[in-house]
């Protein structure tokens, strides 16, 4: 099948990461997305990253990872000739995403109410720390800072470590993925022309699942559990011989073939592991005791052991071997991209993470450099390449 969103034009006005990885989505989907950026310095994930020298050319590792599919243009909001040509631009789009601070578009003259008056067609979607109204409308928000206030780092971690940052931006990742969500169901809308309020806080509040209805539904207080799993036992993380291993004996039945496994079938008779409550009361000693019959296994060698008799467990692996093991390796999540324009390299980058039809989903062309499209936008806007020159030289482009 053809893409899903093929002949679906968006706006990117995004930096740094909920904005772009919500159109990296998008991308992959299939829509022609435009990358609108600021002459000179563009998205400031192009100057972020693990290596200097990419950082130094404008096209930064974090820029890298969510822009492949992309095209570039730069435009300055400011002048009302850039102005102009970002309303002709929105004549030809489906979606505008942007991921400013409320009220910066308003300032500019280009807000929901402004763009749906000459164009109800149009998708607006913005995406904020914390939504386009409420007490904290005006705060700035880093994905820290909405880890940090939405209780993630709260339940992060154990009762020493905690609270504990997730080791990858979730807030913005959630929020970017929650955003291309709502943008995808309102292309399905009719009549078109949706405004999309997308609150990072809301939206990880809304992927916390237990503990937030546990809370809610149980009145219980939301705590850090490290490694173990609140709502069963055995499961978590146990100490082999050669690293860790994640163990989910959730159901009896699992209970049972572990213990069997493990030459432990008298632990079920036990007063404190008869029941999958008393095994929660005394999950710690439980481990301890199942440990002990870890020592002669290596952690891998666990894992293929258990799960042939339905027991899920996994080696804690890192990402490197992760990447390198068949299982991703194979079904073409990486995608790789010869000799980059700007970078003069090859690169990797992760694409979505699902296949439709058996195909993983693609794009055809790497990051952009910084404006890489003018021309081809501008033209296609009725610009000349005089005219395209002489605004470029002027700052409008």
């Known amino acids: 099948m053809s893409a899903p969103l093929n002949g679906i034009r968006v706006l990117d006005l995004t930096n740094v990461l909920a904005g772009p990885f919500c159109c990296h989505q998008l991308a992959h989907?299939?829509?022609?997305?435009?990358?609108?950026?600021?002459?000179g310095r563009g998205d400031l994930?192009?100057?972020?990253?693990?290596?200097?020298?990419?950082?130094?050319?404008?096209?930064?590792?974090?820029?890298?990872?969510?822009?492949?599919?992309k095209q570039s243009v730069t435009?300055?909001?400011?002048?009302?000739?850039?102005?102009?040509?970002?309303?002709?631009?929105?004549?030809?789009?489906?979606?505008?995403?942007?991921?400013?601070?409320?009220?910066?578009?308003?300032?500019?003259?280009?807000?929901?109410?402004?763009?749906?008056?000459?164009?109800?067609?149009?998708?607006?979607?913005?995406?904020?720390?914390?939504?386009?109204?409420?007490?904290?409308?005006?705060?700035?928000?880093?994905?820290?800072?909405?880890?940090?206030?939405?209780?993630?780092?709260?339940?992060?971690?154990?009762?020493?470590?905690?609270?504990?940052?997730?080791?990858f931006p979730v807030a913005d990742t959630v929020g970017g993925m929650t955003a291309a969500f709502a943008i995808a169901a309102a292309l399905n809308g009719r009549p078109r022309g949706a405004f999309i309020d997308c609150s990072m806080l809301e939206s990880v509040l809304a992927t916390m699942g237990w503990v937030v209805s546990n809370h809610l539904i149980a009145d219980a207080d939301p705590a850090p559990h490290g490694n173990e799993n609140p709502t069963s036992a055995p499961s978590g993380t146990f100490q082999t011989a050669d690293g860790p291993i994640n163990i989910a004996a959730n159901k009896d039945e699992?209970?049972?073939?572990?213990?069997?496994?493990?030459?432990?079938?008298?632990?079920?008779?036990?007063?404190?592991?008869?029941?999958?409550?008393?095994?929660?009361?005394?999950?710690?000693?439980?481990?301890?005791?199942?440990?002990?019959?870890?020592?002669?296994?290596?952690?891998?060698?666990?894992?293929?052991?258990?799960?042939?008799?339905?027991?899920?467990?996994?080696?804690?692996?890192?990402?490197?071997?992760?990447?390198?093991?068949?299982q991703v390796a194979d079904r073409g999540l990486v995608q790789h991209f010869a000799d980059v324009p700007g970078i003069g390299r090859d690169i990797s980058v992760v694409g979505t993470g699902l296949k439709l039809d058996g195909a993983a989903l693609q794009v055809e062309t790497p990051p952009p450099e910084l404006g890489a499209q003018n021309m081809a936008i501008w033209q296609e806007m009725g610009l000349s390449p005089d005219d395209i020159t002489a605004l470029a030289e002027e700052g409008v482009i």
């Open 29 to 39: 989907m299939g829509a022609e997305v435009i990358k609108v950026e600021a002459p």
């Open 75 to 167: 435009l300055n909001l400011k002048d009302p000739r850039g102005k102009g040509l970002f309303l002709q631009l929105c004549a030809s789009a489906d979606v505008v995403v942007e991921n400013f601070r409320p009220g910066v578009m308003q300032r500019l003259g280009l807000d929901h109410e402004t763009l749906r008056a000459a164009y109800p067609r149009l998708i607006y979607c913005a995406i904020s720390g914390f939504g386009q109204t409420g007490p904290w409308v005006d705060r700035p928000a880093y994905d820290q800072i909405i880890q940090g206030v939405s209780g993630v780092m709260s339940v992060t971690g154990d009762a020493e470590s905690a609270p504990l940052r997730a080791g």
């Open 45 to 69: 994930a192009r100057q972020l990253g693990a290596d200097p020298e990419l950082n130094k050319a404008g096209m930064g590792v974090s820029f890298l990872a969510q822009n492949a599919g």
């Open 254 to 326: 699992q209970w049972v073939q572990l213990t069997d496994f493990l030459g432990l079938a008298d632990l079920r008779d036990a007063p404190e592991f008869r029941t999958r409550e008393d095994r929660k009361r005394n999950r710690f000693a439980l481990r301890a005791l199942i440990e002990e019959a870890l020592v002669s296994w290596s952690a891998r060698d666990l894992a293929r052991a258990l799960n042939a008799i339905g027991v899920p467990a996994g080696a804690v692996l890192s990402v490197p071997d992760i990447l390198n093991h068949p």
